[in-house]
């Protein structure tokens, strides 16, 4: 059909901030199959490597993987793939400020500032997170009387933390709690039976 074509947009690397980008980072593994701290992880979008010779996209794009420098060649590959020695990618900013820049945009055209965007919003489960910046705020919104409200997912009881969720409200972090039917079921049957989903602590189905 005329006019649903998809179009590519490349960044335009001339111009700020990516001009003035340094160059990335690369370390080699010290054993086979064992990622060095901070390495960069990959995902399915456009994603531009800054080398001597310019910006490089890797080859073999995918998520959930590291970027193998060959000379000026890169790979998305697999962490179990990779041996002592192997160079890879050091970054977690996707901005260009550590040298690699993910290119978010390439296949959108002009969007709502209320479309969905994956990994788009400053807290995402996707994102590092510093947790002592979260818990100082949540010490400060406690202590100037502010209103903390909780989106907690099933997760909260399948992963044993029912005690600690119960600390938070006794020592004043709760002050609401918006739930769907999963996480109330699954905290009557801890109440009641000690079990997440049938299994107990141990991962033992309950007789």
């Known amino acids: 059909m ?24 690369f370390v080699p593994l010290v054993k086979d199959g064992v990622l060095p701290e ?16 310019g910006w490089v996209m890797p080859s073999r794009p995918r998520m959930d993987c590291a970027i193998l420098r060959r000379g000026d060649a890169l790979e998305t590959i697999e962490p179990r793939k990779l041996v002592a020695g192997d160079l890879v990618a050091i970054g977690l900013a996707e901005d260009g400020t550590e040298g690699i820049f993910v290119h978010g945009e390439g296949f959108l055209a002009p969007h709502s500032p209320n479309e969905f965007r994956f990994m788009s919003t400053a ?18 919104e406690r202590d100037r009387g502010g209103y903390l409200l909780w989106v907690p997912g099933p997760a909260l009881v399948h992963s044993r933390a ?26 009557l049957e801890a109440a ?16």
């Open 123 to 140: 807290v995402s489960r996707e994102r590092p997170v510093n947790y002592e910046v979260l818990a100082s705020r949540l010490v400060e």
């Open 2 to 25: 005329p006019g649903t074509d998809t179009v590519y947009s490349a960044p335009d690397f001339g111009a700020p901030p990516l001009v003035d980008a340094p160059l990335a980072t």
């Open 38 to 53: 901070g390495f960069f992880s990959t995902s399915n979008l456009p994603t531009y490597v800054h080398l001597q010779a």
């Open 192 to 207: 009641m039976f000690g079990t997440a989903l049938g299994m107990t602590e141990t991962g033992d189905h309950e007789d």
């Open 162 to 187: 029912r005690a600690d969720f119960e600390w938070f409200i006794r020592n004043g972090f709760v002050q609401a709690v918006l739930a769907g039917n999963a996480v109330a079921v699954h905290d």
